[in-house]
């Protein structure tokens, strides 16, 4: 049950009243679980990553800058499926989408930097989520990559906005401080802040205020200090840690 103003916490003392009228950003609520290729991944790679995965795009990073994304149509028109550029372009096909040389080069390429799309539109983990929307429905777009400068950080997707909006209470009239989705992301930063955690290993989600980590850690002493970090954060009412040790090879 979430806490009221009057609802004493494990420490016997009343959570602060939330505070409303907040912004909810790109921070709060992206996905930070990425799958991303290179630009040398191949393109049988790709396919059978979004096959296995049940996904319909990957990003492509260089050094964790992004610099294209792949998406199933960009691997549609394919010589080896017999749906190539020359059989494309005969007559009666429309040559809006692109040129003949892109066509070819994503008919013929082998690699992700031969079919991916360039020039992805990126918005910074600050962004608001009311220009997120913006965003998608400006680019038509499902999805938009968060960068950190120019390191990707994580995506928002409309799947994403949909979780927010069903974690907002019946009647809300905005968020607040309380949400778990502002919550997941101070979990995130705690952990970001500590040596030895294994952020990038660690699945972190939040409900009704009761955090839950699974995943990995590198440092088996820096479990329980971590943890307990974790509950020191506002309006954080549990943690229920199932983080295994990343074992040595």
Same mark, same amino acid.
């Given at each position: 049950?979430?806490?009221?103003?009057?609802?004493?916490?494990?420490?016997?003392?009343?959570?602060?009243?939330?505070?409303?009228?907040?912004?909810?950003?790109?921070?709060?609520?992206?996905?930070?679980?990425?799958?991303?290729?290179?630009?040398?991944?191949?393109?049988?790679?790709?396919?059978?990553? $979004?096959?296995?995965? *049940? !996904?319909?795009? =990957?990003?492509?990073?260089?050094?964790?800058?992004? +610099? %294209?994304? #792949? /998406?199933?149509?960009?691997?549609?028109?394919?010589?080896?499926?017999?749906?190539?550029?020359?059989?494309?372009?005969?007559?009666?096909?429309?040559?809006?989408?692109?040129?003949?040389?892109?066509?070819?080069?994503?008919?013929?390429?082998?690699?992700?930097?031969?079919?991916?799309?360039?020039?992805?539109?990126?918005?910074?983990?600050?962004?608001?989520?009311?220009?997120?929307?913006?965003? $998608?429905?400006?680019? *038509? !777009?499902?999805? =938009?990559?968060?960068?950190?400068?120019?390191?990707? +950080? %994580?995506? #928002? /997707?409309?799947?994403?906005?949909?979780?927010?909006?069903?974690?907002?209470?019946?009647?809300?009239?905005?968020?607040?401080?309380?949400?778990?989705?502002?919550?997941?992301?101070?979990?995130?930063?705690?952990?970001?802040?500590?040596?030895?955690?294994?952020?990038?290993?660690?699945?972190?989600?939040?409900?009704?205020?009761?955090?839950?980590?699974?995943?990995?850690?590198?440092?088996?002493?820096?479990?329980?200090?971590?943890?307990?970090?974790?509950?020191?954060?506002?309006?954080?009412?549990? +943690?229920?840690?199932?983080?295994?040790?990343?074992?040595?090879?």
């Amino acid at each position: 049950m979430t806490p009221t103003a009057n609802t004493p916490t494990r420490n016997g003392r009343s959570p602060p009243p939330p505070r409303s009228n907040l912004t909810i950003r790109a921070k709060h609520i992206m996905t930070t679980n990425l799958t991303v290729v290179g630009p040398e991944t191949t393109v049988h790679g790709i396919a059978q990553l $979004l096959t296995d995965r *049940h !996904i319909s795009a =990957v990003l492509v990073t260089d050094h964790g800058a992004v +610099v %294209g994304i #792949v /998406s199933e149509g960009d691997l549609l028109h394919r010589r080896e499926l017999g749906t190539g550029f020359e059989n494309a372009s005969s007559p009666g096909t429309s040559g809006k989408r692109a040129n003949e040389s892109i066509a070819r080069r994503k008919s013929d390429g082998r690699h992700a930097r031969d079919v991916m799309t360039g020039q992805v539109v990126t918005l910074p983990e600050d962004a608001s989520l009311a220009d997120v929307v913006k965003t $998608l429905q400006a680019n *038509h !777009i499902r999805r =938009v990559p968060i960068v950190r400068g120019a390191k990707l +950080v %994580g995506v #928002v /997707s409309r799947a994403d906005i949909m979780r927010a909006l069903a974690a907002r209470p019946d009647g809300s009239h905005g968020p607040t401080s309380r949400d778990d989705d502002m919550i997941r992301y101070h979990v995130i930063e705690t952990l970001l802040s500590i040596p030895g955690t294994s952020p990038w290993a660690t699945t972190v989600t939040v409900s009704d205020g009761i955090v839950e980590l699974t995943g990995s850690v590198e440092d088996e002493a820096i479990r329980d200090p971590s943890r307990i970090a974790i509950e020191g954060i506002p309006d954080v009412v549990e +943690v229920r840690d199932h983080r295994s040790i990343i074992q040595p090879y």
